[in-house]
């Protein structure tokens, strides 16, 4: 397979000069199709053309700091990299009269017709294991891409990863993407990537890390595209490691020499044995599938899977083999902002008719069987569940102006905890998820700068409290006051399913 390095002075070469100059006004604003942290997207058709392409906003609320930093970024590391699973920015848009002393400023994107969450989502999808082997092919080859160029994406899940209508998955939303350096490991902050796909030497404070910590997501969105929900919805970091630990195993020396020295090893060193429990969970999956994912979900960063050994692994050269995305069915366009607030509108009409009911009770008559919303047909292939729309809470850097808070709105959505425990926390210890008052962090997906990403660092701006420090903390220590994070999704999975199953 040929993998492509963008030299570095070639970038300006293939760019177009009106890079930037045009005014957003040549596109014809279709609809919203996303909400992100950073910004709206939209559907819209360039006027010349008829091309239909995606515009991002870049959210230009904070006037102090001027342009973000995390979009400054996205288009340097963008413009770098061109792979055929890796979306392309095409150009750089303004508008004039959003504010009348910066403007508007629009990335203009090639259309995808789906985020894998949301095409997960819909009623009546069910993926064929060549689907799912044909879309982890594409995101390992994409990433594959990216790790070669030495670009980390840092923000690896199912609404992250775009699909069109030919099969074709491309790595969108580089917002947190950086560049590292093989032979220079610097001190990156650990507070990136959403909760549910963040992996343990992360939650365990390291700040040297590489490309092991997309593989950790990557093995997250396989399990949950075979598992059919997601497998780890912490709700808080301290719930997460553990829900990890009781997968994966607790680390220790022999498992994942020096984890010991991670930051904040000793605040989260599991009082009690815990075995790995990954085959016996999932071992109805197929017995390639289990050793992939078993080598995706290692707990040691420097023996976890790279996504060039993924591609060779037996999973995708043994039959089923991965079909052709072309052969792939094509469905109705549908992203994960437009699924979730489907269910929203869903969700309303049900309390509406339910309300109804209370205030005119018919005593009479058998009324037809309600159509619950739990009621959805299967999707996915294998022992999958229905999956609905879902949000982990989020996480990265410190909290940051421009964030807008967003995601799961109040609380309620997730069950009580009663599962986390053995940890050797100060105040904690056997409640995990027992942190602060409130049960979400806030949403605001903070930039992966300023404050070295250090968890004493101070954080910018003021996304914090959602769950602040238990007394015993040290200011500053982990998961302490800085709450943080982006809003965002991930395929669906029940609220009320994601503690059943295997996690009991
Ligand atoms: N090129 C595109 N084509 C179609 N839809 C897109 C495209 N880019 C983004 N979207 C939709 O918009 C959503 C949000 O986009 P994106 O993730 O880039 O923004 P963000 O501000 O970084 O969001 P988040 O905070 O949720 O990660 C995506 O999940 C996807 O559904």
Redesign the pocket.
Known sequence: MSMPIAAPGQLNLTESPSWGSRSVDCFEKLEQ???????Q?Y?AKEIKTGEIV?L?KIRMDNEREGFPITAIREIKILKKLHHDNV?KLKEIVTSQDDNKYKGGIYMV?????H?L??LADRPGIRFSVPQIKCYMRQLLTGLHYCHVNQVLHR?IKG??L?IDNEGNLKL??F?LARSFSNDHQGNLTNRVITLWYRPPELLLGTTKYGPAVDMWSVGCIFAELLHGKPIFPGKDEPEQLNKIFELCGAPDESNWPGVSKNPWYVNFKPTRPMKRRLREVFRHFDRHALELLERMLTLDPTQRISAKDALDAEYFWTDPLPCDPKSLPKYESS???QTKKKRQQQRQHEENAKRQKLQHPQPHGRLPPIQQSGSRPQMRAGPNQPMHGSQPPVAAGPGHHYGRPRGPSGGGRYPPSGTSGGYNHPTHGGQGGGYGSGPYPPQG?APPYGSSGMPGGAPRGGAGSGYGAPPNYPQGGPYGGSGAG????MMGGNRNQQYGGWQQ
């Open positions: 199709i996303g909400e992100g942290t950073y910004g997207v559907m995606a991002k979306i994107f090639e259309y995808m017709d985020d969450t949301g923000d609404s992250n775009l969108a939303d917002g992203h994960e902002f997906r982006r809003g965002s999704n």
